[in-house]
């Protein structure tokens, strides 16, 4: 067999099975995310809560996914994937049923911290299991298709909760999930590969200090633009967890802060530039609303549309972006995508109120395709940069990477609104479009090592 094939057993229709499997996890644990956001006034009304208490219905989600991912994935590859992937299968169905089911906001927060639990797990064994199911030599194309589904149900989030909103209760943006469930159960049982983990032993003290120094970080970070002495407090007992871990985990082969990892440039820096054009993504997304609303005078029924033509775009090209990457640098393919986000949002950012829709959407067209032809590269170069036995601490720092640069954009944006509330979403666009810039440098770094090593990986 020539060098440049990576031998699979999988054949192409088992290939597909399995794809589908891990599609569907991914597909539902991002609507999850997006439909919710949409329902949290009707949440708030039925539940007879405040609108500044329901939030707490999205924050427990993604502050458990934060703490939990790579815990999880260092645990899938001590056990292997499968073994993972189908108990986190089975905990969401329950979660989605418990949410469904829920009368009180505490009820609905504590079966959503389940679910987030069940989504760290299924997020974080994502590119383990799909680096698991295609050849290296295809392995672009099945990173494309991940981003696409991704894309594709994060744009179609808000479009589909409204949707059923207007028929049915909130209840049912949970129990849709079940029949998908049940599907992804039953092509995951037969067709994921039986790839064994390492056998290892978890570290469960070095996992508890791992999830507490993540949950803490974030914490830190979404509370940054109101500081005080609980956040203080918070962000002192962050750094202690970090000092524990790191301390416990010096002399560690397996540990689940891979510091190995990071210190090899390809894999460090494509980490980097993941948080830095998510960081740009969550800020965008976070100040566009009120952008749109407040300084360009665009209804609020008006705002998703304006912004819908970013993830179509981002679904679109990601297939092909992930195709291109099999032949061309990541780092590369990065630095075109990022300078093209950097310019949408530089241009969205300062149109005069009353723009027209064209000079909206087409800006947003343009960050759409920017994002997706940086995404499927950087997953793959984030994959590829590392052992093949290290595939699941990959995976699992790439799910966190994305989550914390959103969370760091998210706060930014916070704190913009904080220092000039009347000019804050403008702000927060141009820290937007630094952010792109700042990934736009690492990606072409990235390019300039990937190009001196060949591409090598380290065989740590």
């Not at 208490?53 to 994937?81: C, E, S």
């Not at 609905?108 to 590119?127: I, K, T, Y």
């Not at 210190?263 to 960081?279: D, E, K, W």
């Not at 027209?356 to 940069?385: D, E, K």
């Amino acid at each position: 067999m020539p060098a440049s094939v990576s031998p699979n057993p999988l054949t192409p229709a088992t290939r597909r099975y399995a794809m589908l499997a891990v599609s569907l996890s991914i597909s539902m644990a991002t609507l999850d995310t997006s439909m919710t956001n949409t329902a949290l006034p009707s949440i708030s009304s039925q539940l007879g809560v405040e609108p500044a208490d329901v939030i707490g219905v999205v924050t427990i989600y993604q502050l458990v996914m934060v703490a939990t991912m790579l815990p999880l994935a260092a645990l899938a590859g001590k056990i292997g994937h499968r073994r993972v992937f189908l108990p986190a299968l089975w905990l969401f169905l329950a979660a989605s049923i418990g949410c469904g089911a829920a009368r009180s906001l505490w009820t609905l927060e504590a079966a959503r911290a389940v679910q987030g639990l069940a989504a760290a797990a299924l997020m974080g064994c994502n590119m383990a299991l799909v680096n698991a199911i295609y050849p290296k030599e295809q392995l672009g194309r099945g990173m494309g298709l991940n981003a696409m589904i991704a894309a594709a149900s994060l744009a179609g989030g808000p479009v589909l909760a409204s949707a059923m909103l207007t028929v049915l209760s909130w209840h049912w943006l949970f129990y849709v999930n079940v029949p998908f469930c049940l599907v992804s159960l039953a092509l995951a049982g037969r067709y994921l590969p039986r790839a064994p983990g390492d056998g290892k032993a978890l570290d469960a003290g070095a996992a508890a200090l791992c999830a507490l120094a993540f949950g803490l970080t974030v914490q830190g970070l979404e509370r940054v633009a109101r500081p005080d002495w609980s956040t203080a407090l918070i962000w002192l007992s962050g750094v202690a967890c970090w000092a524990l871990l790191l301390r416990r985990e010096r002399a560690s082969a397996h540990a689940i802060m891979p510091r190995d990892l990071l210190r090899l440039p390809p894999f460090s820096l494509a980490v980097l530039v993941c948080v830095l054009a998510f960081a740009a993504q969550g800020a965008a997304m976070v100040a566009l609303p009120f952008l749109l609303n407040q300084t360009l005078g665009r209804g609020i029924a008006e705002v998703g549309l304006l912004i819908a033509p970013w993830p179509v775009m981002g679904a679109c090209l990601a297939p092909f972006s992930g195709k291109w990457s099999d032949r061309v640098s990541a780092g590369l393919l990065g630095v075109i995508g990022l300078a093209l986000l950097a310019t949408g949002l530089l241009c969205v950012s300062g149109l005069p109120a009353g723009a027209p829709t064209w000079a909206v959407m087409l800006p947003m067209a343009l960050c759409g395709t920017g994002f997706g032809l940086f995404l499927s590269p950087n997953q793959r170069g984030i994959m590829v940069s590392v052992p093949g036995h290290r595939a699941s601490v990959a995976s699992g720092l790439s799910g966190l990477a994305r989550l914390l640069g959103q969370t760091l954009g998210a706060a930014f944006v916070a704190a913009c609104f904080v220092l000039n509330a009347d000019s804050g979403a403008i702000w927060a666009m141009r820290a937007a479009v630094a952010f792109a810039l700042a990934g736009c440098v690492a990606s072409g770094m990235l390019a300039r090592v990937t190009r001196q090593t060949g591409g090598a990986v380290a065989a740590s």
